[in-house]
């Protein structure tokens, strides 16, 4: 069964699309894509996506980008912690190429995206191709998909979640396994499961797909594109990902997903011994806890230095708290200092932020405080 | 390619004092202080100091360490024309091949490795220490003395003299006797077991010795003596800073208690970072009941009981109502609901079963010491180890799985 599933798996490509910059994250993509996104203590966004395409033995990854993508070009590197830094293919980083699509505002479609690095798609060495969006939070067993992809003999294979998610999205209402109908939801209750936007197709398929779509200035792939092909009587198939899954487009979503990575059972499949989710490494020291350190219900990476309280708290690599500080319901990325006695609840502190000592920072649980990068308080 | 200095690190010994805890792994690969294995020390100090070749002599169970090391990757020494290179014993053609006799054999039998970068010394390192030093500097002391051989050396209390290779230096500042554990030291000068020697002399001695049948091929016993009766430059560098020996069980533990207070060695220097292979593991996580003081806690730990003045290296658990108290859990153990743990080393991925209960606290008399468990064996539900057990299989119940 292993051997079969990565026997596959060599004529499998990745593409992760990580273009896209959601205004609803306001300050938090100030200076970074969705993408590039710090999440759960020590991961950007993109690692899930990176680490479910090594974890399947994909060895050949796209990545689409089209602005701010410094940060993520400085995560990314040369792709070595994903086991992407290859003599022949690997890490690819796609960034816009000659005058495609619009030059000033963002992608309008995953087609305009992927018809921008057209050419590479063509080059594509494999019979297969992943798509998914950077900024999902979760980790898919792609081998399986793949396999059960390719024993259904559907066109395009879309990986889903039972979990309905708030915002608007693409339903699949199923039949035996196979999309009979597509719904676009604003949400709510109802049958069906939810796209992840994450899909397996042949190599042709994905390119008879940018061919129509960009032929008739439809770019939404899912709304317009998958329509299509079901309209014309192809075959959809429906993976059910049962794992913890999520897309983050707003800071309300940012802050629930953090929350729930409190929860043991949600953290047990975003991390799985088997598929493990791998990162940028910095080579911290461990967290030291002082004598007056209290920690409940936290998340905490390497290289902290704690010495105040933390309550429900995701603390990302080497971030100090004070003497004295009480800090609840927060999530601290990397280098923050929290002077002693200060006192921050409902707060999304981003990196390297310095709050002086004695101050009280509080938002709310609906409307979590955001502080800016590098921001001195 | 011509190098100024290489370094060859002697990984190949058991380290027997250490008992359970090597009885699978060789002491270099032993964990310490949360993120780390003995060896991140002086590989960490090569790549600080700019050193890019590094030779690690393994013999005594190398599989961990060689699959620790891989290609060099953590340390920066994955480089294009050096890097790190794993030299176990071998056999040539028409030669009955041979383990390393020693250790001054060990880089005998590897001359041909060395020469292949023709370097103007060799600085050899041993496994089993927990420092930060910049060799750089050590190599210019060695070259501005024009020394043979230069020894680092650290001052030691002089009731401890006797555990350690000591030397005397003349007026002129260069080395006058050297003896390896004297039962009456005349100095406190120690060797760190550290030592730089220009190649081509070095070559010379270790073939003399070689041909030597009362030799017992090591460096402290034999070739430095040898080099003194010869009349040889040998110069002592003096080094003041964080230095400890971790071949045994009561030094393993101080020296990762030692990691409690940040003041003994700084890990957290941006110009002299420690580098290890970090497991992969999510952030650590303190649940509702836990209690966590004046202790470090490493990546993928799910802590639910209470933990004092202990050091957790990466995906330990403990469960509910458990407490563990002065002790070093290494990577991957488990410690069950309601047991404890007091003044103790549990080696890797070992089980404490549930109401168990390991080692204790100090009682004054003379036998009491630090427990040990080995790795990968299971204490059963409700079993107890006295305090200074060593142990090196399952115990009690659990057997089954």
Sequence with gaps: MKAWGVACMADLHGIILAYHTAPELGDLVRSRTSASLPFCGRYRLIDFSLSSMQNAGVRDVGVVMQRDYQSLLDHLGGGKEWDLSRKRGGLRLLPPFGNLGNPTGEYEGVIEALCAVESYIGNIKQRYVVITRGNLAANIDLADVMARHLESGADVTAVCTPHIPRRAHQRYITDGGFVKELLYRQGGRGAGYASLEMYIMSKETLLGIMERGSSGRKYRFHRDEIAGLLASGGKVAVYVHSGYARHIFSVGEYYKASMDMLDAANRATLFPDERPVRTKDRSDVSTYYGEEASSKNCLVADGCFIEGVIENCILFRGVKVGNGARVKNAVVMQDTVIGEGAELSYVISDKNVEISPYITLAGSPRLPLVIPKMSRI | ?401
């Excluded at chain 2, 620790?68 to 953590?74: E, K, P």
């Excluded at chain 2, 430059?233 to 208690?257: C, E, H, Q």
């Excluded at chain 2, 799910?302 to 995906?315: F, P, W, Y």
């Design chain 2, 1 to 401: 390619m011509k190098r100024s200095c290489i370094a060859m690190l002697l990984a190949g010994g058991q380290g027997s004092r250490l008992y359970a805890l090597t009885s699978r792994v060789a002491k270099p690969s032993v964990p310490f202080g949360g993120k780390y294995r003995i060896i991140d020390f002086p590989l960490s100090n090569c790549a600080n100091s700019g050193i890019d070749v590094v030779g690690v002599l393994t013999q005594y169970r190398p599989l961990q360490l060689n699959s620790y090391i891989g290609s060099g990757q953590a340390y920066d020494l994955d480089s294009a024309d050096g890097g790190v290179y794993i030299l176990p014993p071998y056999q040539s053609a028409g030669e009955r091949g041979s383990w390393f006799s020693g250790t001054a054999n060990a880089i005998y039998q590897n001359i041909g490795f060395i020469e292949m970068f023709d370097p103007e010394n060799v600085l050899i390192l041993s496994g089993d220490h927990i420092y930060k030093m910049d060799y750089s500097d050590m190599v210019k002391a060695h070259t501005a003395n024009d020394a043979a051989c230069t020894i680092a050396v650290i001052q030691v209390a002089m009731r401890d003299a006797s555990r350690f290779g000591i030397l005397s230096a003349g007026e002129d500042g260069y080395i006058t006797e050297f003896e390896e554990k004297p039962l009456r030291p005349k100095s406190d000068l120690a060797s760190m077991g550290i030592y730089i020697f220009n190649w081509k002399k070095l070559k010379e001695y270790l073939i003399a010795d070689e041909m030597n049948p009362k030799s017992s091929k090591d460096f402290g016993k034999d070739i430095i003596p040898e080099m003194l009766r010869a009349g040889e430059k040998l110069w002592p560098y003096r080094f003041s800073g964080y230095w400890r020996d971790v071949g045994t069980i009561v030094s393993l533990w101080d020296a990762n208690m030692d990691m409690l207070s940040p003041t003994a060695i700084n890990l957290y220097d941006p110009d002299w970072p420690i580098r290890s292979k970090s497991p992969i593991k999510p952030p650590h996580y303190a649940g509702p009941e836990s209690k966590i003081v004046h202790s470090i806690v490493t990546e993928g730990c799910e802590i639910d009981g209470r933990v004092e003045n202990s050091v957790l290296s990466s995906a330990v658990r403990v469960g509910r109502g458990a407490r563990v108290m002065y002790s070093i859990l290494m990577p991957g153990v488990t410690v069950g609901e309601g047991a404890v743990v007091e003044y103790a080393i549990i080696g890797e991925n070992t089980k404490i079963g549930a109401q168990a209960r390991v080692g204790s606290g100090p009682d004054g008399s003379d036998s009491w010491n630090v427990a040990t468990c080995g790795p990968d064996i299971e204490i059963g539900e409700g079993e107890s180890i006295s305090p200074g057990a060593m142990i090196y299989e399952s115990v009690g119940g659990g057997l089954h799985g």
